[in-house]
């Protein structure tokens, strides 16, 4: 049987960052894809993989600009199928899977 390996990293988007000037004017949020490029950034600092694709995610609450949550990926040792869970203050704000490139 093969066991579950885990890694977890901070998440916090910058207020200047590019993604958001259109997201919404006055009061913007973090747009899924940014957090998936989180996810993609921590894929690779883990297994220095990289993200193939989105088998499916779901975004369950907003990430305010420079609100610190928590990422984590979770996966079987040998595959690369990687669940994914962003965090803040103890409520989950997306969800789901992903693929690491062979």
Same mark, same amino acid.
Request: glycine share 4%.
């Given at each position: 049987?093969? +066991?579950?390996? &885990?890694? &977890? *990293?901070?998440?916090? $988007?910058?207020?200047?960052?590019?993604?958001? !000037? +259109?997201?919404?004017? *006055?009061?913007?949020?973090?747009? +899924?894809?940014? =957090?998936?490029? *989180?996810? !993609?950034?921590?894929?690779?600092?883990?297994?220095? /993989?990289? %993200?193939?694709? $989105?088998?499916?995610?779901?975004?369950?609450?907003?990430? %305010?600009?420079? /609100?610190?949550?928590?990422?984590? =990926?979770?996966?079987?040792?040998?595959?690369?199928?990687?669940?994914? $869970?962003?965090?803040? #203050? +103890? #409520?989950? =704000? #997306?969800?789901?899977?992903?693929? #690491? !490139?062979?």
């Amino acid at each position: 049987m093969t +066991g579950l390996t &885990t890694f &977890t *990293q901070a998440c916090c $988007v910058d207020p200047c960052h590019p993604a958001l !000037a +259109g997201h919404f004017p *006055q009061r913007p949020l973090v747009p +899924g894809v940014t =957090l998936l490029e *989180q996810v !993609a950034l921590a894929l690779r600092a883990w297994r220095q /993989q990289r %993200l193939a694709r $989105v088998v499916e995610a779901k975004f369950i609450a907003p990430l %305010l600009p420079a /609100q610190l949550a928590q990422l984590r =990926l979770t996966a079987p040792v040998d595959s690369l199928r990687v669940s994914f $869970v962003i965090e803040c #203050a +103890g #409520a989950v =704000l #997306a969800r789901g899977i992903v693929e #690491a !490139a062979p």
